[in-house]
């Protein structure tokens, strides 16, 4: 009988260790995970997280079913996201624009409505044009514009979102009123790179990351990257601050949850998160794409969450879209 209840005991031990689902009482995860991407197929934002999830399933032992639910300039995905059961089996893409829209008056949704888990990725905007476009580099593309402002459209996602920022920062700092470039929005950086192709717009704000794949194959040239630095995958494209344009600003990705999420679950998944990111199948792929990959969780993060909804929120007073 003792040894009977030390087992006992010891399953219970073992067991309590576990985070359970609440619905049935089995360890999680017990069935399969639903990602949210906010944004369009083909993207960043698609991409970063479709390739987290294949690696991120194996870890957790839970298959991961991506779903795209675009729409709203972001704020169909996000408020699906925030909607969601907090059970841990709803996941999703959360991006700069939580920052944004809530200044917009376009939702009342905040950072502070989800669990964030990490930040995956912190990737500059950069000045791309058709590989066939009649400027060179960037004086060209300036001059252009001054000479003819309001001729050219650019794009890369919705009004006041992150690429919209970059437009506005940019013309900001080379001395240009934003209407001097007027923005088309779209549902991400994919339409409008398709939009760019199709000559429907002249530039796209969007990060390198996204436009990776049409500049390897020589559709598009890239005459600025919004950076400090110049990034280590494109060492040949310049930055604006070395074409005497003080503006760097960058699009992020972090992977969340629902608000309330119970905190063994989040543990959980923000540790399984982690390793995965130190995973070659992971950060392989994502890294010849052109993603700048960076990892950040815990305080950490709702830290910067805070910074970047008082500094966006700044940019959009700026750029008089605040509500």
Not at 94 to 103: A, F, P
Not at 189 to 199: C, I, V
Not at 209 to 234: C, W
Request: proline share 7%; net charge negative.
């Amino acid at each position: 009988m003792r040894t009977l209840s030390f087992f006992f005991v010891l399953l219970v031990l073992i067991t309590g260790c576990q985070p359970s689902d609440s619905t049935t009482g089995t360890q999680y995860p017990s069935r399969p995970i639903t990602y949210l991407v906010p944004w369009n197929p083909g993207g960043g934002t698609d991409t970063i997280s479709r390739t987290l999830a294949a690696v991120l399933q194996e870890e957790l032992g839970a298959s991961i079913n991506v779903v795209n639910r675009s729409g709203g300039g972001g704020v169909v995905g996000h408020l699906a996201l925030s909607s969601a059961r907090p059970d841990g089996y709803t996941l999703g893409a959360i991006t700069g624009e939580i920052t944004m829209m809530h200044w917009q008056g376009l939702t009342p949704l905040r950072h502070t409505d989800f669990t964030p888990l990490a930040l995956l990725s912190h990737n500059p905007g950069a000045i791309t044009v058709r590989a066939d476009a009649p400027w060179n580099n960037l004086d060209e593309l300036l001059a252009e514009i001054r000479s003819n402002p309001g001729d050219l459209l650019a794009s890369g996602t919705s009004k006041g979102g992150i690429w919209d920022l970059a437009r506005i920062g940019f013309l900001d700092a080379a001395g240009l009123p934003e209407s001097s470039l007027p923005w088309v929005p779209s549902q991400g950086a994919a339409p409008a790179l398709q939009e760019l192709l199709a000559n429907g717009v002249h530039v796209v704000t969007a990060a390198l990351a996204e436009t990776d794949a049409l500049l390897k194959a020589g559709e598009v040239k890239v005459l600025a990257v919004m950076a400090d630095n110049r990034l280590e995958a494109y060492p040949d494209i310049p930055t604006l601050k070395e074409q005497g344009i003080d503006w760097a600003i960058g699009g992020w990705v972090t992977i969340g949850a629902p608000a309330d999420l119970p905190p063994e679950v989040a543990k959980t998944l923000t540790d399984a998160i982690l390793k995965v990111t130190q995973d070659s199948a992971y950060t392989t792929p994502l890294k010849k794409a052109g993603f700048n990959l960076t990892t950040t969780s815990g305080d950490a993060l709702n830290t910067f969450f805070q910074n970047e909804d008082e500094t966006n929120g700044k940019l959009l007073e700026m750029a008089g879209v605040t509500q």
